[in-house]
């Protein structure tokens, strides 16, 4: 089943400018806590009281921080506790979708505020938008991007977006795939989650909107195989726009061939197409506020945010 919303979702209200207080969960996969204390001590540098989810070094099957049940409940416990401003992740990995049916929509979409990830986190951005109709960002983590460091230029779009601004962020000439402009509703995440949750209840994707994309350690056949499942599927004939985020570790050791499947596939796309824009694996991530109004355009050389992302104070 795929989603039929059409509309940007609603805004999150953000505090996070006001030295706000942040949790840190792990739905996926289990972190090194010693990598994550570091980006912890960063961001309490920055005047954010910070509190880490319990299970974020536990790991159970090898690849899970934890139970299913002890990952949704933590997850669950911060979405209903009133006195956080926001949500990060420690890292991605694996493991959340295995917990979407039981997740507290009804507590996001009382109480919307920042949800800030990439890579599985993705599972959580599109079963927010279908099931409480709240914008999310795909963006920093601790294990790297808070870990190594913010470039000054993404962390100033960071806040900028998190206080409500609306900025635009320059094109660079060598991202430019197809020339053109286009306005549309922002959307997508890491392609494999994104090609998973196809056909799901947490399918969400937007027929007129710019969608996004990248992904890491995939071969040129994977990426292939990806891009060919949604194209049959029917999701690329409407879409007005195409950010590529860098593709970590992607194409085997064969990066021309990638090259050729991307230039060859969005060849005839006849819209703009991006790519090698600062977000992905690599980290030092561009925070992209899934549900929002957004504008790309090659003439001008930017993407802009089209409205607001947040609302600035919370809903009483």
Not at 81 to 98: C, E, N, Q, V, W
Not at 119 to 128: F, G
Not at 166 to 175: D, F, G, L, N, R
């Amino acid at each position: 089943m795929t989603s039929t919303i059409q509309k940007a979702l609603r805004k999150p209200s953000s505090l996070l400018r006001q030295g706000g207080r942040i949790a840190v969960l792990a739905p996926s996969s289990p972190s090194d806590i010693d990598q994550i204390n570091l980006a912890v001590g960063n961001l309490r540098d920055r005047g954010l009281e910070v509190t880490i989810s319990d299970n974020i070094a536990a790991r159970h099957m090898g690849y899970l921080a934890g139970e299913d049940s002890i990952r949704l409940q933590r997850l669950n416990d911060a979405l209903r506790a009133a006195h956080f401003d926001g949500f990060l992740f420690s890292r991605g990995g694996y493991g959340a979708m295995r917990i979407l049916d039981g997740l507290d929509y009804d507590a996001i979409a009382a109480n919307p505020r920042p949800m800030i990830g990439y890579s599985d986190v993705t599972a959580l951005h599109q079963a927010v938008a279908v099931r409480a109709g709240v914008g999310t960002f795909h963006g920093p983590m601790l294990n790297a991007d808070f870990h190594d460091g913010l470039s000054p230029d993404i962390e100033q779009w960071f806040w900028d977006v998190l206080a409500g601004e609306v900025t635009s962020w320059a094109i660079e000439p060598h991202q430019v795939m197809s020339h053109g402009s286009a306005e549309g509703i922002l959307f997508g995440g890491c392609l494999s989650l994104t090609t998973a949750l196809t056909g799901t209840p947490y399918d969400y994707w937007i027929d007129d909107g710019i969608w996004f994309w990248e992904d890491v350690a995939e071969p040129t056949y994977r990426v292939d195989r990806m891009l060919t499942h949604l194209k049959l599927s029917g999701k690329l004939r409407k879409i007005k726009g195409v950010m590529i985020g860098r593709l970590k570790d992607c194409g085997g050791g064969y990066p021309d061939e990638l090259d050729r499947l991307l230039a060859s596939f969005f060849a005839d796309a006849g819209i703009p197409v991006l790519r090698e824009l600062p977000f992905g694996h690599h980290a030092d991530n561009l925070l992209l506020p899934i549900g929002t109004p957004v504008r790309i355009d090659t003439r001008s050389a930017t993407f802009s945010l089209l409205e607001p992302a947040v609302t600035t104070q919370r809903d009483l």
